[in-house]
Each structure stands twice: as structure tokens, then as C-alpha cells.
């Protein structure tokens, strides 16, 4: 604004106010017949003139009603200091300047008295804009010759039809032109001029529909330029203060979770009209800008925004426009997916036949075991999901646990939050319709860590029916190599794809699930007739009215974990692995495992690395092997239980060959020195009386019956307790069970003191007789040792010991609870007679983890590394180590959202205020406008004052 036109502004504003003089200063005074307004012109201030007095704030309702009480006050600004936002009230006006960021206090809005017949009673009747006018709409304008500036903007409140909603008056010829649009209708029809015009916005009259609905328009970015702010209220409230506020047009509002609990800012200016404002806008993580859906019809979705979500194990009961006969499910999907009436379509996998809806209602859809529905969705984003379908609904759980929290007005834009999140994978997601929350989660029912039975990632069944929980189809997991587990006597009627050419065999089957692209494969089926069907259900988590036991002659396997691994070939080997579950455990190289340079422990992972020394000269380091020409090998192993090694683990060579030719040798060595944990000697307690006790005897069974001295590595073995008591006087239990390596360096508890299982290795210690016990245990074996030693102190009780409750809540027989002292007992009450500690050796066989590395198949991979050297890598997966696998997945690290200091400086102001000013308080959805005064606090503003600390700190900022 050009300081002529900002002297001619405060004149023209001056001009409408009629005042007069006395010993308190100037007080306003209005002719018979208008009223007291408000003049706005956003971004600018009075210069160089002291206020009469200044408050906290950062409410324009709050701001304006201080000037409205106070006669003297003819003028007010709203300025955005470092610290706080303050409103500053003056007693005549002067001068005003346009300001644009980058000063140390940013001028929200300059506010003047002034006197209009028909004003009405919102906060301001008319904002002003400089420099700027209407162009190219002179249908929906009315033009008034030579009239003034104050009787243009009262023929505009009195215009009624068709409303006006903006206003232009021509200095030179004193013309006035009235619209009925603004510049909030027609944005691009607002242009810069160089005509001596002010435009005006009648704030009387809007645009808005009456009940409006509202979008996101602006991800992460919150204004600097809202006049009502909020706090600790839900995003369908800020909606709805937006929707029926009494102040002025509210034509757009910001609302996001921050640290600092839900904020909620509402403004009269377009998200458009914001960003055209220097410095008017910046970045919070978790804020979002909306503004009203527009009545325009439904803009087409884009073709590679057209997707499905799947109601697995339903069907629709209403009539079809057309059916299909099923030849593959996904051509029935890209059939509906193309066809622009149809808004939904079912599979019957019974009568093989596809059904194509132009709509349905939710009471449509029923249970049906062999039949799934797929909804047509639009999910216009930028994040694109190539798949056949994007999102499954799942019945009957909810999230325990999520990573993230929104708020969202449809389950559809909560799907879509989920599609766009950064800060990790979002594999599944729950909306609640009435709250409008959306939480957001990296985990789904295929990704958890089976072996940790005790967490709570998802809640069931829950009744809840406002509660919808989904599973995200749009990643793709790791598929290179897959473990797979042989299922007898389940089938599903339910699959997702149909596969006869090429299929001779389980393997052609099988593969072609770990190349499957449109969903993440995780089942296959091997008729001997050479048809392959596939599906993403497991028995555990397809519909229970789809799962049936059937014997057949059919191959069937799942999915138990999946990985992919690549060698980057650099100064050193450095393995990559992301798995499809999370990993819970330790990775090393083969034979050094108690080498901490030569492993490290990972925790609830998706992705993980390990870097691998290279050796040269045949000097080994990590167990890595080279040669004179360049060639490294090693062997990697993917341990879940920190102590030994079982069946689920694997093992996947490395190699990397470097061309050195002239180039300087590379030798990288480590003197690594291990420190071995010694097992302590075991304690014996005190005996204290002479009775002879029976002997004792643990034997190692296999599960015919059979004593064994050698076992296979993950297969079940028998540890059995025997005494030899003819007389019928004396029970036996078990504590403190321990197994060791045959070279005593590494050890790990079976059963603990009280006689419970320590690991999930070995189950609860059974009573077959009186003078026997014996418990069922997997075969595992520690790292770089073919032998365990199992030892176990085996205690003498008088008569019978009883059994332990442990954790699981079944019975062992662990060390007897202590009892009252039998007057004909020779030993000490409550003590045991005698302790005995028993031993045996069992020998581990397994090819896994002792193959060598020659004739393996491998898998070439392109790799980048370290410049001066050229070098090529590959991954071979041992291909006789297939195993069941319970593994993985990646917790991302949760990060707080951040927020700004705006946000901080914004609240303490608040609480300050509500202490230590008055006619400052906000409106809530509580208040009923046409009874309550604007002056009634709402416990959004109270709650202030509890939840934040008198010692806030925000001179940080």
C-alpha cells in the first residue's frame, strides 16, 4: 500500500466517525439511525503512535470487544510479537503502513470505529483490500454514479437481491460498483490494478453454504492469521464452531494433535486469500488447513486413483446390473474397476461367478464364507497403490496399540492419511465414526512377531460397531526368499488368483506366490491337475466361515517369514536384510557368535545390516574368507533366541569378488578378544539329617519312548526323571534346569528356581507316576557346538512334592510349597531332605549350519560401494534350510509431533490472559449463541489453565 493511499485510508475511515471533545479525550458518537462497526484492513498498522493501553491475546472477538466497551477507543491493531500476540487499543488514528514479514512484531489485522446505517452485529461489518480489483464479472455487478464511499458501502448492506458481497469504489470518479461476488467466489477474477480502488468484502453477507462439510486442502501448515483459537476440543467441534459461527464468515479453520494437546484456529480469510500474505503461513507437523467441500459436482477420480477395499467372507443381497463368469479375480476387479457405474462387485467362489453393483446400502451386505466384496474407493493422492485392492476390512478387532492419531471426517480420508504417512510403513489403520479418530499403526496380523504371545497390537472381538479396522494391501513385503510350512486337512474356499500355465509342479506353485505382485502372496494350493491358486489368507486369518477341514491330495503351504537380503560390497561386506515380520533376535557370522564386532542383537525390526570385515592372505576375520583374487565369502545366521540356536533360525551366504589388478591390496583385520561367560558352579543345600535317600536317573527320550544321545535340530525330545523308591516314602521335583555348551562357554535356564519353565524351549514338568517326571523339549543347540549338557537339581520331598502354579497357569513339579512340621519328620519343617544334580549329553545334528558354501545356488545383485575398487556381490540362500520361521518387523521409531513456537507463545498467552485480563474469553460448542453472552469462558479455555505449569518457559522461542 502506497502511503498516499494509507493517509487517504485513515481520512476516508475518519470521515464516518463523528466526534467530539472532553476532559476524557475523544469519544465516539453515531448519527440517528446507524450504527457502531468495524473497519478491517489485515496486515497493517498505525505508526508511530502510542496505544492507550495493550492486553494478551490472540481472539479478535476478544480484541474488539475491549473496544467496544472502552468509548475513548477509536482504533485497535493485533500484533504477533515474539512472545505473545497482544492487542493495542488507541484514542485517535493516523498513519497507516503495510507490513510484510520479517519485523520483530507481525501486524495481524488494523481494526477502526466507524458509524454505517444497516451495520450488522458481527464483529466487523466490511474488510478492506488496496491495490487490488475485480475484473471480467460485470453481470453480476450494480453500478452507482457519483456517490460517496459511505453511502456505497450502505447501499451495499441494504442490497438484498442478490445480495452484494463485495464492493468497489473508484476515488477519481466517485463510482461505485456493487457485487454479488467477492473475491472468495472468484479468486481468479482478483487481480492487481493500478487504479486509484478500494475493494471491499461485506462481512454481513457470505458465500457459504449452510451446512457445510469440509476438507483438507493444506497438509502440515497452520496460519498465523485465525481470530478464534481453540484448544482440547475434537475435530468434528472445530468444524462445527466453523460451521455456525455468529462472528463472521468462517471460511476456513486449522486443526491438528501437537504436544501441545488439539488446536483449533478459525478463520474469516480463505486458505488462498492466507497464503497470498507475506510470512502468513508456516509449517507444523500434525496441523492441517481445511476449507468447505464446494457444491460442484464430484470431480471424476483419476484412473490410477480407482481402488477396492475387500469385506472378506461377505455378500451383497441386492440384484446385479450384469455378472460375469470368474476366470481370475482380477479380472473381474478390472472389469468393475474400468466400468464407471459400477460401484462394487462380489466373487462367488462356489458358482465361480462375479456380480457387478451400481450401488448398495450397508444393510446389503451379509456373512457368506465363500464370497468376498470388493468397494469401489477413490483414494486421490498423490501416493499412488498399484494393487488389486488397496485396504481389507477387518470384522471384530480393533488397534491395541497405534503409532500415530488424527482426526479425519470419513474413513475414507483416514485411509488416505495412511497411505501418505512418512514417518513409517502404516500397515494398518482403525477409524471410529463417531469421534472421527483415526489411529494408525506399522503393524498388521501377518507382520507381528509370533513368538511374542503376551503383546496387544490388536483387540478382539470387539462389538463396536463405529470402530472399522483395515489392513493396508499397498506394500509390498519382502518376497526373494520365503520359508514356507506344509498344511495338512485346512482348505479356504476364498483365493485371490487362479494360475494353470506353467505349473507342473508344487516348486512352479510355489514360486509363483513369491513373484505374485498384486497382493502380498502368503498361501498357496498345488492341485496335481497343474492348477496353482493363490491367496494373501492364512488359516488363522481368513473368515472362520471360509476355513473348512477337508482331506485331499492337493499341496499346500504358508508363508511363515519371507526376507530380502542384498551384499553391498564396500570396505567391508555389509549384508542387508528386511524381513516381512519383525525380527527379535541376534545376527552373526557363522562361528563367531560370541564375537560382538561379528554380530549384533536386533530388537522388533523390519530392516537390518551387518558389516562383515573383509580378509586377505586367507587371515580370517569374522570368518570371512578371501583369496588372492579378490574373492570374500561368509556365512550369515538369523538367531531369535539371544542363547541357541533352533529351528527357526537361517543362514544366507555372502560373497563379494573385487577386480584389484594393479591397485593396492586391501586388508582390513581385527584382533578380536572374547570374553566367555562361565556357567557357576551350582549350589547345594545343607543336609541335615541321615535318612538314606532313593536314587536318582534323567534319561533323554525320543517321542516313540526310545533313549537318544543324539537328536535332530528342531525336532521334540523327551528330558525324563526317574526314582527308584520301592518303599513308597519320597516325591521328587525339578529347579533349576540348565543347558550348556560341550566346551562350557555358553549357558541359558530351562526351568527356574521355583520349578516354571525360563524358556518356551521346554513345557511344564508333568507327574506320570510318583517316582517319575518328565517334560517335552524342542531341540535346540548354541552357537558354533554340536553338544548341549542338561543338568538339573533334582530335589527329595518326604511322601510327595506339590506341584508349582506357574504364569501360564498350568502345574509343575517344581520345588514343594513349604508345609507344617509333621511331629514324626526328622528333618527341619518346610525344608527339602536332599538335592541331587543330574546330567546328560545330547548331541545336535543339523546341515544348516555346517554346509560349505561351494555349489551353492546364488543370486546376483548390483551393488554400490567405495570408489578405486570395482566389485560385484552376491546372496546365496542355502537352499536345504527350510524351516518354519516366526519372525520379524520393524518398529519405526515414534516421533513426536513437533509443533512451533506460534502454538506455545499462543497458550501461555492464553492462560495468562484468562488470569490477568478482562472481557477476554473464547466461545465453545457448548454455549448456546442466542442466550449465552459472548463473554461466558468454555472449559476449552480453562483447561488451560490446569494442564499447563505457571513456570511455561516460552522466552525459548
Not at 472445530?238 to 501441545?260: E, I, W
Request: glycine residues 6%.
Amino acid at each position: 500500500m502506497t502511503t498516499a493511499g494509507s493517509v487517504l485510508f485513515g481520512a476516508v475511515l475518519s470521515s464516518f466517525v463523528l466526534l467530539h471533545v472532553n476532559a476524557q479525550g475523544p469519544v465516539q458518537q453515531c448519527r440517528s439511525g446507524e450504527d457502531v462497526t468495524f473497519m478491517l484492513l489485515t496486515s497493517h498498522k498505525l505508526d508511530k503512535l502510542d496505544p492507550i493501553s495493550s492486553v494478551l491475546t490472540f481472539n479478535l472477538s476478544s480484541c474488539i470487544d475491549g473496544c467496544v466497551d472502552d468509548p475513548r477507543c477509536l482504533a485497535l491493531n493485533i500484533q504477533n510479537s515474539p512472545k505473545n500476540d497482544f492487542c493495542s487499543y488507541y484514542h485517535q488514528t493516523a498513519r497507516l503502513s503495510n507490513q510484510t514479514s520479517g519485523e520483530d512484531d507481525l501486524s495481524i489485522y488494523y481494526l477502526e470505529k466507524t458509524c454505517l446505517k444497516g451495520a450488522c452485529s458481527r464483529l466487523f461489518s466490511f474488510e478492506m483490500v488496496t491495490g487490488k480489483e475485480l475484473f471480467g464479472a460485470a453481470n453480476t455487478s450494480v453500478v452507482i454514479r457519483n456517490t460517496t464511499e459511505k453511502n456505497c458501502l450502505e447501499s451495499c448492506l441494504a442490497r438484498v437481491d442478490p445480495p452484494c458481497l463485495s464492493v468497489s469504489f473508484d476515488t477519481p470518479t466517485n463510482d461505485c460498483t456493487l457485487w454479488s461476488v467477492s473475491r472468495f467466489t472468484h479468486p481468479q477474477d482478483f487481480r492487481d490494478s493500478d487504479k486509484e480502488i478500494r475493494y471491499f468484502d461485506n462481512n454481513c453477507r457470505d458465500e457459504l453454504p449452510t451446512n457445510a462439510s469440509y476438507e483438507v486442502v493444506v497438509k502440515n501448515l497452520a496460519t498465523h492469521f485465525s481470530d478464534t483459537d481453540y484448544v482440547d476440543i475434537s475435530l468434528a467441534e472445530c468444524a462445527d464452531l466453523c460451521r455456525s459461527n455468529p462472528d463472521y464468515p468462517c471460511r476456513a479453520f486449522f486443526f491438528g494433535n501437537t504436544v501441545l494437546g488439539r488446536f483449533c484456529g478459525l478463520m474469516h480469510l480463505s486458505v488462498a486469500a492466507v497464503s497470498a500474505i507475506p510470512g502468513g503461513n508456516f509449517p507444523v507437523q500434525g496441523v492441517n488447513l481445511y476449507e468447505p467441500i464446494k457444491s460442484t459436482p464430484p470431480k471424476e477420480c483419476a484412473d490410477d486413483s480407482v481402488n477396492f477395499v475387500l469385506f472378506s467372507g461377505q455378500s451383497i443381497i441386492s440384484d446385479p446390473f450384469s455378472t460375469s463368469a470368474l476366470s481370475n479375480p482380477n479380472v473381474c476387479l478390472e472389469g468393475c474397476r474400468r466400468n464407471i457405474r459400477c460401484a462394487a462387485l462380489s466373487i462367488d467362489y462356489t458358482n465361480a461367478r462375479c456380480s457387478y453393483f451400481a450401488s448398495y446400502k450397508g444393510e446389503d451386505l451379509q456373512a457368506e464364507g465363500s464370497s468376498s466384496v470388493y468397494k469401489k474407493i477413490c483414494l486421490d493422492s498423490p501416493m499412488k497403490c498399484p494393487r488389486d485392492w488397496a485396504f481389507e476390512r477387518v470384522e471384530g478387532l480393533r488397534l491395541g496399540v497405534a503409532d500415530k492419531q488424527v482426526e479425519t471426517f470419513t474413513s475414507r480420508q483416514c485411509l488416505i492419511a495412511c497411505l501418505e504417512e512418512q514417518r513409517f510403513q502404516c500397515k494398518s489403520v482403525d477409524y471410529n465414526s463417531l469421534t472421527n479418530v483415526c489411529r494408525m499403526s506399522h503393524l498388521d496380523r501377518y507382520s507381528i512377531n509370533l513368538r511374542m504371545s503376551d503383546r496387544k497390537d490388536f483387540v478382539g472381538p470387539t462389538l463396536k460397531s463405529e470402530i472399522s479396522l483395515y489392513e493396508s494391501n499397498c506394500m509390498q513385503e519382502p518376497s526373494q526368499f520365503c520359508f514356507f510350512e506344509s498344511i495338512k486337512g485346512v482348505e479356504i474356499d476364498l483365493h485371490d488368483a487362479l494360475i494353470v500355465d506353467g505349473m507342473n509342479t508344487e516348486e512352479d506353485c510355489k514360486r509363483a506366490c513369491q513373484q505374485q505382485t498384486g497382493f502380498n502372496c502368503r498361501r498357496y494350493t498345488f492341485l496335481p491337475s497343474g492348477m496353482c491358486m493363490l491367496t494373501h489368507y492364512t488359516k488363522v486369518t481368513a473368515p472362520s466361515a471360509s476355513v473348512f477341514q477337508h482331506a485331499s491330495s492337493s499341496l499346500v503351504g504358508e508363508v511363515v517369514a519371507c526376507y530380502n537380503v542384498s551384499v553391498e560390497c564396500g570396505s567391508a561386506m555389509t549384508a542387508h536384510i528386511r524381513s516381512n515380520r519383525e525380527y527379535d533376535g541376534i545376527i552373526y557370522a557363522r562361528g563367531k557368535s560370541s564375537i560382538p564386532e561379528c554380530g549384533q542383537i536386533v530388537k522388533q525390526k523390519y530392516s537390518f545390516d551387518l558389516d562383515l570385515p573383509l580378509a586377505m592372505r586367507n587371515v580370517e576375520t569374522c570368518n570371512t574368507v578371501g583369496d588372492e583374487e579378490g574373492e570374500f565369502k561368509n556365512t550369515i545366521v538369523l538367531q531369535h533366541n539371544a542363547h541357541v540356536v533352533t529351528a527357526l533360525d537361517q543362514t544366507f551366504g555372502l560373497q563379494c569378488k573385487y577386480d584389484l589388478h594393479a591397485k593396492e591390496e586391501l586388508t582390513q583385520l581385527l584382533n578380536v578378544n572374547a570374553s566367555l561367560a562361565r556357567i557357576p558352579e551350582a549350589t547345594k543345600d545343607t543336609i541335615r539329617y541321615t535318612v538314606k535317600l532313593p536314587r536318582m536317573s534323567m534319561r533323554i527320550l525320543g517321542v516313540d519312548g526310545r533313549e537318544i544321545t543324539q537328536a535332530e535340530l528342531g525336532s521334540e525330545l523327551i528330558v525324563r526323571i526317574d526314582m527308584e523308591d520301592s518303599e513308597d516314602v519320597f516325591g521328587l521335583s525339578i529347579r533349576n534346569m540348565y543347558a550348556t555348551d560341550g566346551r562350557r562357554k555358553n549357558n541359558m535356564t530351562l526351568v527356574d528356581g521355583q520349578g516354571c519353565p525360563a524358556e518356551n524351549l521346554i513345557r511344564n514338568f508333568r507327574q506320570i507316576d510318583p517316582k517319575t517326571l518328565e517334560a517335552r523339549m524342542e531341540v535346540f543347540a548354541f552357537p558354533d557346538d554340536s553338544r548341549i549338557i542338561v543338568e538339573a537339581e533334582v530335589q527329595t520331598c518326604r511322601h510327595r512334592c506339590k506341584p508349582v502354579i506357574c504364569l501360564n497357569g498350568a502345574e509343575s513339579y517344581g520345588r514343594r510349597k513349604r508345609r507344617a512340621a509333621d511331629p514324626t519328620d526328622n528333618v527341619v519343617a518346610g525344608e527339602a531332605l536332599g538335592t541331587n544334580t543330574l546330567r546328560k549329553v545330547v548331541s545336535i545334528t543339523s546341515q544348516k549350519f555346517t554346509l560349505p558354501l561351494t555349489g551353492e545356488k546364488t543370486l546376483k545383485i548390483r551393488l554400490t560401494g567405495f570408489s578405486g575398487l570395482d566389485w560385484s556381490g552376491s546372496v546365496c540362500f542355502l537352499p536345504h534350510v527350510f524351516a518354519i520361521l516366526t519372525i520379524f518387523w520393524f518398529i519405526a521409531e515414534l516421533s513426536a509431533i513437533s509443533t512451533t513456537c506460534f502454538l506455545k507463545k499462543r497458550i501461555f498467552a492464553f492462560r495468562e490472559k484468562l488470569k490477568n485480563a478482562e472481557g477476554v474469553y473464547n466461545y465453545g460448542p457448548l454455549v448456546t449463541y442466542a442466550t449465552v453472552s459472548r463473554k461466558t469462558p468454555h472449559p476449552a479455555m480453562l483447561s488451560l489453565d490446569s494442564s499447563m505449569s505457571s513456570g511455561t518457559n516460552t522466552s525459548s522461542c
